[in-house]
């Protein structure tokens, strides 16, 4: 995998949320598929303008959780039925009654790790450094900014046409940076 430093960010600044998602759907199209949107707010319609698919991450939760689940109640069978068997007011070893809040505690807390786990994979987190951070324009995007950036190869052959198109959608403040 490549360091964020080995590349180089086209952003631009635009004025409102629908000039953002009207950039992000001809962005979508474009010979840039590596782009992203920024704003401080969650945009409705903005997955679907920037041609997102849809997250993985509530099937690594929804598989941590059934391994919890199987694994506290193999768990708590080999505990009491193999490994020290109790005889208790005559009821059977495995009596899965009594084993369902310490099942459904084991499928809860292996769901919120792997969902916690999996976001950080995904997101590719934690970044130290990106060459956005660089910008001191785009320290507005926490408060009033709306931004698209486009990351590039570091040879930066494509940057001039990245320059143009984000100017041909309404972006303003253009700049270039490398993450040195």
């Given at each position: 995998?490549?360091?964020?430093?080995?590349?180089?960010?086209?952003?631009?600044?635009?004025n409102s949320p629908a000039s953002l998602i009207r950039a992000a759907e001809k962005l979508k199209n474009s010979q840039f598929k590596k782009f992203d949107?920024?704003?401080?707010?969650?945009?409705?319609?903005?997955?679907?303008?920037?041609?997102?698919?849809p997250s993985v991450l509530g099937y690594i939760a929804g598989l941590m959780a059934l391994i919890g689940l199987v694994g506290a109640l193999l768990l708590q069978w080999w505990t009491s039925s193999v490994e020290y068997p109790l005889v208790i007011s005559g009821i059977p070893f495995f009596s899965y009654q009594a084993f369902l809040a310490v099942t459904f505690a084991g499928a809860v807390l292996l769901a919120a790790f792997g969902s916690i786990l999996g976001m950080l994979a995904l997101n590719q987190l934690p970044r130290f450094n990106h060459p956005i951070f660089t910008s001191e324009r785009f320290k507005k995007v926490t408060d009033d900014g709306f931004f698209?950036?486009?990351?590039?190869?570091?040879?930066?052959?494509?940057?001039?046409a990245a320059e143009n198109l984000l100017a041909s959608l309404g972006g303003s403040h253009i700049e270039v940076l490398d993450g040195r």
């Open positions: 995998m490549k360091s964020p430093v080995d590349k180089i960010v086209v952003l631009a600044e635009f949107c920024h704003s401080p707010f969650p945009i409705h319609g903005m997955d679907d303008a920037m041609g997102l698919k698209v950036s486009i990351e590039l190869p570091k040879s930066g052959a494509e940057i001039p």
